[in-house]
């Protein structure tokens, strides 16, 4: 048994216990889920600090009756990613003991899943190198196996770090359990920090180097996560480069024009359509609805009473080249066209999807709905979302789309329908962040409504949300004025009536009088 010349702190305790409740009994995964449980800010602080007595842990067995075993289930898994999220921040000056020992000492009764995983990398953003431990620490765990999906939550969390060589070890190391998720996620994280120049010469040296198989999969994965970045021109050349070996195909024809459209090059998407053309290949309805955003951007940019009939030329050359339209046609026509505050022609053309075989999907009822709401038509706004929900897509209602619509109406000052809005967001289920509650109370601040600000700050408490007090500006426009009284004028007396004729008549008199002349000294 491990033994110590210090005295035990709290979690070593919690974790001496553990080892003595899982040797008697079958079902050791649940006492690891009541043995460490760091919940509190009181916890964390005294699981720091050395104590020199011993509070029992408590067992509660109301938990095994629950009748959501799945939130029962989420919770374990989340406070003991907790546990080893704590565990790779704990900085160990006093006792150098490698990472990798830590854990097997403390968490080796647990069977890892890629859900704890990922659960724990999400919540560790600043434990750095120390996860690479964490890494072969699992991969020494002899009730776990990496996989292709496991291997990819390291690749992000490195690549997020911007750590190439850490992803590089991943890399090799998995080897031969490294999939497209891994590749994927590697490619993908190259290209978000900007080195173009690596994404092409890790898809050259990819087989050789991590066992990736290039194929036409593969580099059409690397050319889209390119050209959605706007790196059409890396793109273009490295398909060129690798003609020989791979021909591109439609798609990824379609990408780099794609690619092109999102860096605002317009010219270099219609030349390579016509080398398209030339080469026998004809693009798709995905180039054509690139071309048709570009289009619509730079109208807005330089002139936004001709995007109209631009769009109309581009839907004219898809009609005559016989590429059907689908509902991202439409979604492009009817976001730019909000975006420049025709929404009641963007409300037709929807109502005219359905001549085309076209019917909206979930971006098409949420770019309505912001629009409508930004135009002041709440009513409609409030149908549209009846209608979206209607049809099928009330899963896409989630917490950040009810805030962007509780934002719109907070700028036109409509607080009271955000209020409803918001009341809507609660019955559907999602549950208001800290943004939500911040934005609202301080719009209720500044209309000087300080119960209801008062009332959704202990909503907020009581749903364990973390507002913090601040300070709201009550806005000018909305204080309320002190009524004046108006003076009732008093009917003038005739003394006073001839008294102020004399004084006029004075005023008068003395104005013909020729004034002496200043002299100057």
């Given at each position: ?98 990472i990798i020992q830590r854990l097997q000492r403390s968490f080796s009764h647990i069977t890892p899943s890629p859900p704890l995983i990922l659960q724990t990398l999400n919540i560790s953003p600043d434990a750095g190198r120390t996860v690479l431990g964490f ?315 300080i119960d209801k600000a008062n009332a959704l700050s202990s909503e907020a408490v009581n749903r364990g949300v973390p507002v913090e007090p601040k300070s709201y500006k ?48």
């Amino acid at each position: 048994m491990w033994r110590s010349s210090t005295p035990l702190t709290s979690l070593e305790l919690r974790r001496f216990l553990l080892r003595c409740f899982s040797s008697s009994s079958s079902s050791s995964s649940l006492v690891l889920s009541y043995c460490i449980r760091p919940t509190s800010s009181l916890d964390l602080y005294s699981l720091s600090c050395p104590q020199h007595h011993f509070t029992p842990p408590s067992f509660p067995l109301s938990r095994c009756f629950s009748s959501q075993p799945n939130d029962s289930a989420d919770a374990d898994l989340f406070e003991i990613a907790e546990s080893l999220s704590f565990e790779l921040l704990t900085e160990t000056d006093s006792e150098p003991v490698p990472i990798i020992q830590r854990l097997q000492r403390s968490f080796s009764h647990i069977t890892p899943s890629p859900p704890l995983i990922l659960q724990t990398l999400n919540i560790s953003p600043d434990a750095g190198r120390t996860v690479l431990g964490f890494y072969k620490w699992l991969s020494s765990n002899p009730n776990f196996a990496h996989s292709d999906e496991t291997l990819s939550f390291f690749v992000d969390y490195f690549g997020r770090r911007k750590d190439f060589k850490a992803t590089h070890e991943v890399l090799v190391d998995g080897r031969n359990l490294a999939g497209a998720k891994t590749l994927e996620s590697a490619v993908d994280r190259l290209v978000r920090a900007g080195r173009v120049t690596q994404v092409v010469s890790f898809f050259d040296r990819m087989e050789v180097d991590y066992g990736f198989r290039r194929d036409r999969e593969s580099l059409t994965m690397v050319v889209s996560k390119l050209c959605e970045n706007g790196f059409a021109s890396h793109a273009e050349k490295m398909v060129k480069n690798v003609a020989n070996e791979i021909f591109p195909n439609e798609t990824i024809c379609d990408l780099l024009i794609k690619g092109w459209c999102v860096d605002g090059k317009l010219d270099e998407a219609k030349r390579l359509a016509e080398e398209m053309y030339r080469g026998g290949f004809g693009i798709g309805t995905l180039a054509y609805n690139s071309i048709l955003d570009c289009v619509c951007k730079l109208c807005r940019k330089k002139d936004p009473f001709r995007l109209e009939s631009e769009a109309e030329k581009i839907l004219v050359d898809m009609d005559v080249a016989g590429v059907p339209r689908n509902v991202e046609t439409f979604n492009v026509l009817i976001t730019n066209l909000c975006k420049i505050r025709k929404t009641e022609d963007a409300m037709k053309l929807f109502y005219r999807m359905g001549e085309w075989g076209c019917y909206p999907n979930e971006t098409t009822f949420l770019v309505l709905t912001r629009s409508l709401y930004q135009a002041a038509r709440v009513g409609e706004g409030d149908e549209m979302i009846d209608r979206m929900k209607s049809a099928g897509f009330g899963d896409a209602l989630e917490k950040k789309a009810y805030y962007r619509f509780i934002k719109i109406l907070c700028g036109i000052e409509r607080i009271d329908h955000a209020m409803t809005v918001f009341a809507k967001m609660k019955e559907d289920g999602c549950k208001p962040g800290i943004k939500t509650y911040d934005l609202l109370m301080g719009k209720l601040c500044a209309h000087g409504r300080i119960d209801k600000a008062n009332a959704l700050s202990s909503e907020a408490v009581n749903r364990g949300v973390p507002v913090e007090p601040k300070s709201y500006k009550l806005d000018p426009r909305f204080v309320k004025k002190p009524t004046v009284a108006k003076k009732e004028k008093k009917r003038e007396t005739f003394p006073e009536k001839m008294a102020r004729k004399r004084s006029r008549l004075k005023k008068i008199r003395l104005s013909f009088v020729k004034k002496p002349k200043r002299r100057a000294y």
